[in-house]
């Protein structure tokens, strides 16, 4: 099955205690993407500025990424600057500027409209809902969201949580969405509002998995060094829906190992900075970490 992700393609700008990049290549669909097409064809649906830069555009196409539905316009790209202290935590945001992306209407192409899995990436829930819209009864819909629009954007928010399969959020973001201070009881309360799945990330400590009254938890990927958690969880995202995208099934089984394999392309991710770790990845080093990720969790 292929996937079609809509998101923002960002240049970031990150510091972190190991370093910085200036101006890399980054955003939710530019992740997603480079982790699923591991898996699967993937569609891609986002708008860049006229000094995106070839690079960019190398990183897209020679990962085999479908780009007929990228957009370039008069303007600047999306960039984003942020820091992150010692110990990962609480990133601050320096800026935020969204240039060309403030009057992106995602415009699916028709060859798209028919794709099987849609990953709606973090982005106005305005534009998720015009993206189902456009999209011709796929078998699965995927969402990520954020504080910013729960608290700002409920109304269209929930609208587009009963349209949905899967969402995908944080902690913080569970319990804002619900109210609920329990994530048990959060995560419980979000199927009331549309999703049969939600997946909590929870960073450092893994994410979890809620479906039919089930729970499962995956823990993360231990790393040594985290240079730039940018990006990651989306890039978790990609390995998720990637790996379901490949088998074609959506039984609990399927979801379980769909969590391993979301954790273990993600963890690949914070060793450096950039999406550049995903160009590197092949199977042998992807399974050589949920092999990795199984015996941590299974008593010998």
């Not at 097409?37 to 196409?61: I, K, Q």
């Not at 990962?88 to 099987?116: A, C, G, W």
């Not at 078998?139 to 928010?157: C, S």
Request: net charge negative.
């Amino acid at each position: 099955m292929s996937i079609l992700v809509v998101g923002s393609i960002v240049l970031d700008h990150i510091r972190s205690p190991y370093g910085s990049s200036e101006g890399a290549l980054g955003g939710s669909a530019v992740y997603f993407a480079g982790a699923a097409c591991h898996y699967a064809p993937v569609r891609l649906v986002g708008v860049v500025g006229d000094d995106f830069p070839e690079e960019g555009n190398e990183f897209l196409t020679q990962s085999g990424i479908d780009t007929m539905g990228l957009t370039r316009v008069a303007g600047k790209t999306f960039q984003y600057e942020a820091e992150y202290p010692a110990d990962m935590q609480d990133r601050k945001t320096i800026r935020t500027d969204l240039n060309v992306f403030e009057h992106f209407r995602p415009e699916i192409p028709e060859s798209y409209r028919d794709t099987p899995i849609v990953f709606l990436g973090n982005i106005d829930p305005v534009l998720q809902i015009e993206v189902l819209d456009q999209v011709k009864g796929p078998k699965h819909v995927a969402a990520d969201t954020m504080n910013y629009w729960i608290h700002g954007h409920r109304e269209n928010l929930i609208k587009m949580l009963g349209r949905i399969d899967t969402l995908i959020l944080n902690d913080s973001e569970a319990r804002e969405l619900t109210g609920e201070s329990n994530l048990v009881a959060a995560m419980k309360a979000i199927t009331a509002l549309g999703p049969s799945i939600v997946i909590l990330k929870k960073g450092e400590h893994g994410a979890l998995l809620y479906q039919d009254g089930d729970f499962f938890h995956v823990p993360a990927f231990p790393v040594e060094i985290v240079k730039d958690p940018t990006g990651a969880g989306d890039a978790f995202a990609g390995g998720l829906l990637g790996f379901i995208a490949r088998c074609g099934k959506f039984d609990r089984r399927t979801w379980m190992e769909a969590m391993q394999h979301g954790t273990a392309v993600a963890s690949f991710v914070v060793e450096e900075f950039g999406p550049a770790p995903l160009r590197q990845l092949d199977h042998d080093k992807i399974e050589s970490r949920i092999a990795r990720l199984r015996a941590m969790v299974t008593l010998p």
